[in-house]
């Protein structure tokens, strides 16, 4: 057991790989990251399904068979992903007795629908009952078509991974759509205490665009604040959590659980910065952090737990923004930016797997 991974679960922090392959599954090493590395949860998305179905040949059995029963790219990429997803579910079902706000695993729609309300919705349903486990959570993007999908899904009573948040106006809303959700399962007469959320919110990403901007300025004020935009914008994030669920309307939800606070790429892009700085800087009790095993590996190896990291920072964050506003950096429209990327990335990633899929039906067909 990695004792600093392990002091790092100890201090409050729900950690989940962020990846997923067959090759995981089968060889049982997400089972071993799950005992030996306090892994406790799953996130997946297009990009990491794209890099897992083009490495090796563990997939070529199923891809046969739908080769054979004349499915598309698309209906297999569903079949295959959902199994890979269940079989996950299954690894974290200990977990998930223990502690239902863990055990969980992410598997997100299409992103081509993230504009697309009622599709989301529709996509939504099909995944959870496809992966037919308790433990699965239906990733949603925090666009504004996303955020009434959303509501719609906790109204039906599916967990929801609301994932590409960037902005706090964005995270604000999505607390909102949430507890709508809620309100209407609860006049529905669903448990409530069976529904649980998590809130991902994007970290790293800030800073590679906020830090392009400040290089691009290139004043020693402007360099000065390099690599603190985006831990300020997660300790504001924070306390807008804070505010929120300890607010009246949250109150009258009678068995609700938290949308725990998730931070989201982790992993850092810039190698002048220490490679845990995204996780040592966002330490709370009670969230998330979703890793790439590169940057759990670092932790594991010379990360420092200090104790809590997040909570009381908003004036430090309140400072950063105003000095990045000094400078002629417009935060506002950095959001913009980021969560329209988002979306285009995945959507490149979700062709380049269905680029690899069709080929790799025709050559099992052939």
């Known amino acids: 057991m ?6 790092l679960a100890a201090a ?11 090759e995981r599954l089968e060889t049982g090493n997400l089972a071993d990251l799950v005992k030996n590395s306090s892994v406790v949860g799953v996130t997946t998305n297009p990009t990491i399904f794209a ?23 698309a209906e297999a990429i569903f079949e295959l992903t959902t199994q890979d997803v269940r079989n996950a579910c299954d690894v974290l079902a200990p977990v998930y007795a223990a502690d239902p706000h863990d055990g969980r695993v992410s598997i997100e729609v299409e992103p081509g629908l993230a504009m697309d309300t009622e599709a989301t919705i529709a996509q939504a349903k099909q995944l959870w009952a496809a992966v037919d486990r308790p433990n699965v959570m239906v990733k949603i993007p ?10 719609a899904a906790i109204a039906e009573g599916i967990s929801v991974n609301v994932t590409l948040i960037f902005s706090l106006e964005r995270y604000r809303a999505v607390m909102d759509a949430y507890l709508t959700g809620l309100e209407q399962a609860a006049a529905k007469g ?18 590679s665009e906020v830090d392009k901007r400040l290089d691009a300025i290139g004043t020693d004020e402007a360099k000065a604040l390099k690599g603190k935009a985006a831990l300020a914008n997660a300790w504001a994030a924070y306390a807008a959590y804070q ?44 969230v998330v952090n979703t890793m790439p095993e590169k940057t759990m590996q670092a932790f594991a190896d010379h990360g420092e737990v200090t104790g809590d990291t997040v909570t009381g920072r908003t004036d430090e964050a309140t400072e950063v923004f105003e000095k990045l506003a000094a400078v002629g950096v417009d935060f506002d429209d950095v959001l913009v930016v980021l969560e ?10 979700w062709d380049e797997l269905v680029e690899t899929v069709t080929t790799q039906l025709a050559a099992v067909a052939s």
């Open 2 to 7: 990695s004792e600093r991974l392990e002091a």
């Open 12 to 22: 409050g922090v729900s950690i989940w790989l962020d990846d997923l392959s067959r």
């Open 51 to 73: 890099g897992a179905l083009s490495d090796g040949e563990r997939y070529d059995a199923q891809l046969r068979e739908e080769a054979a029963r004349g499915l598309g790219a």
């Open 142 to 151: 925090a666009t504004e078509p996303g955020l009434p999908a959303i509501t």
């Open 190 to 207: 669903i448990d409530l205490s069976t529904i649980h959320s998590v809130a991902s919110f994007f970290v790293s990403r800030v800073d």
């Open 243 to 286: 505010g929120v669920f300890a607010g009246e309307r949250f109150a009258a939800l009678e068995g609700a659980n938290h949308q725990r606070p998730l931070w989201a790429s982790t992993g850092v892009k810039d190698p002048a910065y220490p490679d845990t700085l995204y996780v040592s800087e966002l330490v709370v009790s009670g």
């Open 340 to 349: 329209r990327e988002g979306v285009e990335k995945f959507v490149k990633s």
